[in-house]
């Protein structure tokens, strides 16, 4: 029987990171995973095939609808859907055969099949012929991830009715694309068939989109959606939704007034978020606890029931991210190591990868609210930014929120072109407990987008310079 230091179920960002910086620490590291390629959800139908594609099809849709206001001219432009979808999979197979070679460098075995609790020290490896291998842990880390939520009334039929898996991989343009649920998956997956030309429909259950979203940006990307195209029925229950092999009709109700609806679409995308997966890896043979809604039960230091057992990522609470995943598989690595391994989670960013993007990183103004903090709120349009007015995106803007007593920065959002690459300035500040003061009296290059950061610093003091 094989004995490691730590073993991994699960070969996502959490698992894979965690492995690595095991190896790296001198821990003899396995990981199990059961399907063929390593990367888990995000990089084989998630984060990374998304973006591909949300990348392919604004080219597409900027070259249609764009080009001709900076002077270019084209006609005759074509959608080759085929080698759109070929682009997206070379780059996910670039990157998961990327981390197969990590694995080799890092000397990190890997075995393929599923992790199966067998005790308290040891994993049993069910492969897919059928046979199974038992391997010795003195650690043993869950890192299983997530799977799409079912929704009452709406079965995956995975042709007609599908989960964003199917939804990166269609051989057609939708001529009507219904988006049950106006996340970030459902407005990202939205987004990609809007621009190639279909008719999307958002049937939202909530009154605005991105329900943890602040209220502000929210009903603001909302308003730019709409304006691109995207149609949206909010405060709606959907009832049932059932396929004929060529369409699919739904049903739904207003909540307000009981009113039933009925449409009608050629693909309908069920995208009501996510929810842990830990189906056969057998928690219940070690006396491993869940709550309610399915999450693993952890401590501090992401330790279950069972203390060599540790859980992170998707598995136990907090936003299903890749980037959070990642974090905590370092973290249990540095803890096993005798390291202080620590996540700090109030400075987590999140992004929806529309168009304009959105990134936000600590409190919602709704949030502080709640809380009781009183706060001072400071924003800037990408309208009066050089870069934005240059780049054709002025949609948009930054909001910072300020500690209304030491000044120091407790929640940034952004609605704007690259919101995701300019976030990162926000965390760095914010990890380091910066006031925006702080960042009101730092240099920023001109003329670029970061710029309306640093004029919404500035606002939080009412003295930005630029409006």
């Known amino acids: 029987m094989s004995e490691f230091d730590v073993v991994f179920i699960g070969a996502g960002p959490g698992g894979y990171t965690g492995a690595i910086r095991c190896a790296q620490l001198g821990l003899k590291t396995a990981v199990i995973e059961k399907d063929k390629t390593l ?3 995000c990089l084989n139908v998630g984060c990374i095939p998304s973006k591909a594609l949300l990348d392919s099809s604004e080219h597409f849709h900027q070259v249609s609808h764009d080009l001709e206001t900076h002077g270019v001219m084209v006609s005759g432009v074509k959608l080759d859907l085929k080698k759109m979808m070929e682009r997206k999979d070379k780059i996910v197979s670039d990157l ?15 075995l393929q099949g599923l992790g199966r609790l067998k005790s308290e020290t040891e994993v049993e490896v069910l492969t897919s012929s059928g046979k199974t291998e038992t391997v010795k842990a003195k650690n043993i880390i869950l890192a299983t991830g997530s799977v799409p939520n079912a929704l009452p009334g709406v079965d995956f039929d995975g042709k007609r009715i599908i989960s964003s898996t199917e939804a990166l991989s269609l051989n057609e343009v939708p001529k009507h694309l219904i988006v049950i649920g106006g996340g970030v998956i459902g407005l990202e ?31 603001k990307l909302q308003q730019i959606l709409k304006k691109q195209g995207m149609e949206f029925h909010m405060g709606v229950k959907v009832t049932s939704a059932k396929s004929d092999g060529k369409k699919v009709s739904v049903s739904f109700e207003t909540l307000k007034t ?14 009501t978020g996510r929810r842990p997966f830990s189906e056969g890896v057998r928690l219940d043979a070690v006396g491993i606890e869940k709550d309610q809604r399915g999450f693993v039960k952890v ?13 992170i990522g998707d598995l136990i609470p907090g936003p299903m991210l890749a980037h959070k995943a990642e974090e905590e598989g370092v973290a249990v690595a540095e803890i096993i190591a ?45 309208s009066a930014n050089g870069r934005a007015k240059a780049l054709g995106t002025t949609d948009g803007m930054v909001k910072i929120l300020a500690d209304k007593k030491s000044d120091k920065i407790l929640g940034v959002h952004i609605l704007g072109p690259r919101a995701s690459d300019i976030i990162c300035e926000a965390v760095v500040a914010m990890e380091f407990g910066s006031s925006s003061e702080d960042v009101a009296r730092s240099f920023h290059a001109h003329p670029t987008l970061p710029e309306v950061i640093r004029e919404a610093a500035l606002a939080v003091d009412k003295r930005a310079r630029q409006s």
């Open 189 to 219: 997956l939205g987004s990609v068939w809007l621009r190639l030309g279909a008719k999307v429909t958002v049937l939202e259950y909530a009154d605005n989109i991105c329900g943890a979203m602040d209220k502000q940006v929210s009903k």
């Open 258 to 271: 009981g009113e039933s609806q009925n449409m009608e679409a050629d693909y309908v995308l069920v995208a």
């Open 338 to 382: 005798g390291q202080s391994g620590h996540v700090n989670y109030d400075t987590v960013p999140s992004v929806v990868y529309t168009w304009p993007e959105v990134a936000s990183v600590g409190k919602t103004e709704e949030q502080l609210k709640a809380e009781g903090v009183a706060y001072n709120s400071g924003s800037f349009p990408f």
């Open 299 to 311: 401590n501090s230091h992401y330790q279950t029931s069972c203390k060599n057992i540790y859980a």
């Open 96 to 110: 998961t055969g990327g981390v197969d070679y990590l694995f080799k460098k890092n000397k990190i075995e890997r």
């Open 39 to 41: 990367g888990g959800t």
